[in-house]
């Protein structure tokens, strides 16, 4: 078996990755190009693993312990995602940006707070 063949469908999916990840702006699609460039990561230690024939197939465990913290990432970045939507009520990464509380008054509180830190 030939490694260019494992490597350049690892190269394309980490791309559709990073493309994911920098062009989307639906909190569980970023989620899901991590994943998915995880599981090129994922496709590039077992293809060397096994084209090195290494012995001790340190790898393919290595990929274990990626699929792993992949799933406990998931669980938290889920976690977290149904807790600001509980909040906002919308995961959309445009209008989550922000730390304060969602209103109309948000604009005249910052003018308020930056005037106040301006006069001291």
Avoid: C, K
């Avoid at 909190?27 to 995880?38: C, D, K, P, R, Y």
């Avoid at 992949?70 to 889920?78: D, K």
């Avoid at 600001?84 to 445009?94: H, K």
């Amino acid at each position: 078996m030939h490694i260019v063949y494992p490597a350049v469908l690892a190269a394309l999916l980490f791309s559709i990755g990073v493309y994911g990840v920098l062009a989307r702006r639906n909190t569980i699609l970023v989620l899901m190009s991590v994943e998915l460039m995880l599981n090129a990561v994922n496709l590039n230690l077992v293809a060397f693993d096994v084209w090195l024939r290494d012995a001790l197939h340190g790898g393919q465990v290595l990929t274990l312990f990626v699929i792993v913290i992949a799933a406990a990432e998931l669980g938290v970045g889920l976690a977290i995602v149904l807790a600001v939507f509980r909040n906002r009520r919308t995961v959309a990464l445009d209008q989550v940006r922000d730390l304060a509380e969602p209103g109309p008054d948000r604009e005249a509180g910052a003018e308020a707070a930056h005037a106040r830190d301006g006069a001291s």
